[in-house]
T-cell receptor, first 115, second 114 residues
Framework: AQSVTQLGSHVSVSEGALVLLRCNYS??????LFWYVQYPNQGLQLLLK??????LVKGINGFEAEFKKSETSFHLTKPSAHMSDAAEYFC?????????????FGTGTRLLVSP | DTGVSQNPRHKITKRGQNVTFRCDPI?????LYWYRQTLGQGPEFLTY????????KSRLLSDRFSAERPKGSFSTLEIQRTEQGDSAMYLC????????????FGNGTRLTVT
């Protein structure tokens, strides 16, 4: 069975600082990996995804993530935080044979950005 | 692309009552998904449809839950005899049929059972 662990339910950074949100996954088959963002009282928006190929993937709003198979990790980073980045971030995994759609989510990390 | 629309946005109901939620997917999307998100947790898969066929149901979907997509367009999720544990955000998503087509989520229906 697949699973996702997000370390840290809350992460606080100052505006302009590096953002690092951690995600480790467990999957018995090659995974697809995703990061979604959720703003209050809204649905989830896809930030980026890893399928195959290049292990460093770039997403929207300046975010990127690196797939490290040896570490079973898919950490999300952004060089410089903006106030508008404050939201909840979810890492998710799916199996290649089920595609992008039956997702297993982590418990989320709330990013707080202070001025 | 008007996005995935869910109604109502909020529903407060008393324990034991029945509730029904509606989801209108993006028009050209033939796959539709329901997920449930409880407070402090990530979304959990409940069920999905391809056109009008319900192809998979999670074990989370008890007998009190029923989902339909009668004409392959909008979908409804009904919960009978609601319990306090049903309080959650119910998220609908849609996608194209291809397995590598990403999900587009609606803004959800927040259910509170008192």
């Amino acid at each position: 069975a697949q699973s996702v662990t997000q370390l840290g339910s809350h992460v606080s950074v100052s505006e302009g600082a590096l953002v690092l949100l951690r995600c480790n996954y467990s999957s018995s088959v090659p995974p697809y990996l995703f990061w979604y963002v959720q703003y209050p009282n809204q649905g989830l928006q896809l930030l980026l995804k890893y399928t195959t190929g290049a292990t460093l993937v770039k997403g929207i709003n300046g975010f990127e993530a690196e797939f490290k198979k040896s570490e079973t990790s898919f950490h999300l980073t952004k060089p410089s935080a903006h106030m508008s980045d404050a939201a909840e971030y979810f890492c998710a995994v799916s199996e290649m044979n089920t595609g992008f759609q039956k997702l297993v989510f982590g418990t989320g990390t709330r990013l707080l950005v202070s001025p | 692309d008007t996005g995935v629309s869910q109604n109502p946005r909020h529903k407060i109901t008393k324990r034991g009552q029945n509730v029904t939620f509606r989801c209108d997917p993006i028009s050209e999307h033939n796959r539709l998904y329901w997920y449930r998100q409880t407070l402090g947790q990530g979304p959990e898969f409940l069920t999905y449809f391809q056109n009008e066929a319900q192809l998979e149901k999670s074990r989370l979907l008890s007998d009190r839950f029923s989902a339909e997509r009668p004409k392959g367009s909008f979908s409804t999720l009904e919960i009978q005899r609601t319990e306090q544990g049903d309080s959650a955000m119910y998220l609908c998503a849609s996608s194209l049929e291809q397995t590598r087509s990403p999900l587009h989520f609606g803004n959800g229906t927040r259910l509170t059972v008192t």
